[in-house]
């Protein structure tokens, strides 16, 4: 079946936007006297969600102020959610390719709903027919409800899209919503964790994707 869209995760995927995730929550911790984490940490922290960043970077021992750090952060990262965030090199050029053969384009991502929209407006302004973002109407990634909203909102089904994204949370939303998965090794989790999960497909440079997604359409 000939591919008409690809929906896409945002962080590690679209954009590299761990420098100001792990900033945000560093200065959350330090806010509450809490020791802070390196940079590195950060890849293993993000993916599932603001709520369990907080969660990871706070340690079992300080859950407790679990709520007050979340709204904190929610006040800080919204601030500096586009201070060093950018698209990966060769993102933009995908996009607009995959644009030009009418490929329909969505995100579907765990960040929090109007951060997704605000840094993919700013970033890839007219390219997406919905960005979809964490809300509570429905649960987060890897359940596949996100996913069929963005699908009926393409009016494509499944199995002529493809889930486009860096971790194993993504393959597993794929997986779950029965759809084709495209693993990217440039994001937070790399090569190992997309195979682990069972990616249909693994790619090192954004502009393979286009290579899999336009291969039987001439």
């Known amino acids: 079946l000939m591919k008409k869209g690809c929906l896409f995760d945002l962080d590690g995927t ?3 936007s761990l420098t100001d ?10 806010l509450h006297h809490l020791p802070t984490h390196e940079l590195s940490c950060y890849n293993q922290f993000v993916g599932n969600g603001v709520k ?4 990871r970077a706070l340690g079992s021992e300080h859950l407790d102020i679990l709520d007050e750090c979340l709204a904190d952060f929610h006040k800080i990262y919204e601030e500096h959610c586009l201070d060093h965030t950018l698209p990966y ?3 933009v050029d995908l996009l607009e390719t995959l644009k030009a053969h009418d490929i329909a ?6 960040k ?11 970033l890839f302004p ?13 649960p987060i990634k890897p359940h596949p409800q996100i996913v069929h909203i963005a699908l009926m909102t393409l009016k494509k089904g499944r199995q002529e899209c493809y889930f486009i994204g860096d971790s194993n949370v993504d393959i597993d939303t794929g997986y779950q919503a029965d759809m084709e998965t495209i693993g990217v090794t ?28 336009l291969n039987d359409r001439s």
Not at 52 to 55: H, N, Q, S, V
Not at 112 to 122: D, G, N, R, S, T
Not at 126 to 135: H, N
Not at 186 to 209: N, Q, S
């Open 14 to 16: 679209l954009v590299d």
């Open 126 to 138: 007219d390219t997406f027919v919905t960005i979809l973002g964490q809300q509570d109407l429905y």
């Open 89 to 91: 090199p060769g993102i």
């Open 52 to 55: 369990k960043l907080m969660e």
């Open 186 to 213: 440039w994001g937070f989790r790399g090569r190992k964790e997309l195979e682990d999960a069972g990616a249909d497909f693994v790619v090192d440079e954004p502009f393979e994707i286009g290579e899999i997604v």
């Open 21 to 30: 995730l792990a900033l945000s929550t560093n200065r959350v911790l330090e």
């Open 105 to 110: 384009l969505a995100v579907v991502t765990n």
């Open 112 to 122: 929090p709903h109007h951060l997704a929209i605000k840094i993919v407006e700013h």
